[in-house]
């Protein structure tokens, strides 16, 4: 399972970052890290199972909908 993270919709809240440390992360501006590896939509590489399962919960809380579950 892969994620995509659509950086126009993306208004950085943090939510993602919350429930899935271990997959989303601030810089220290506090913007979505992924905005220094793509401009427009970043696709994430294969997930293992639990960060599989931390980016889902991440997608549902996105108050944005930013996030999708490829």
């Known amino acids: 399972m892969k ?7 993306c208004q950085n809240m943090g939510q ?10 601030l810089d220290d501006d506090g913007k979505l890290s992924f905005r220094n590896e793509a401009s427009d939509e970043y696709v994430s590489p294969e997930l293992a199972d639990d960060a599989a399962d931390s980016a889902q919960t991440a997608a549902a809380l996105c108050p944005m909908g930013a996030i999708r579950i490829d």
């Open 3 to 9: 994620f995509a993270v659509d950086l126009h919709v």
């Open 16 to 25: 993602c970052s919350f429930s899935a440390p271990e997959v989303f992360a």
